[in-house]
């Protein structure tokens, strides 16, 4: 848990501002775009349209879904 908010909080926003041909593909990125925060992230305009950031985020999201699928059987759940 610790790893995934040190990733969301602090990362993430990094390669968002430093390396934005690179941040904007991030999750993070593409959920500001949607929640409509994306000027106040990142005013140059770098980040993807909102279109391409719902497919992004809906690909991450099947993904994610697939994974939790694939992995979950295969543990000892009690």
């Known amino acids: 848990v610790v790893a995934v908010l040190v990733w969301m909080l602090a990362l993430e926003q990094l390669f968002i501002n430093s390396y934005p041909e690179v941040g904007r593909w991030m999750p993070g990125a593409t959920t500001f775009v949607l929640l409509q925060m994306g000027p106040s992230v990142d005013p140059e305009g770098k ?11 809906a690909a991450y999201a099947a993904v994610a879904v697939l994974l939790a699928l694939r992995l979950t059987p295969k543990r000892d759940v009690l």
Not at 47 to 57: P, R, T
């Open 47 to 57: 980040l993807l349209s909102g279109s391409a950031a719902a497919l992004l985020l």
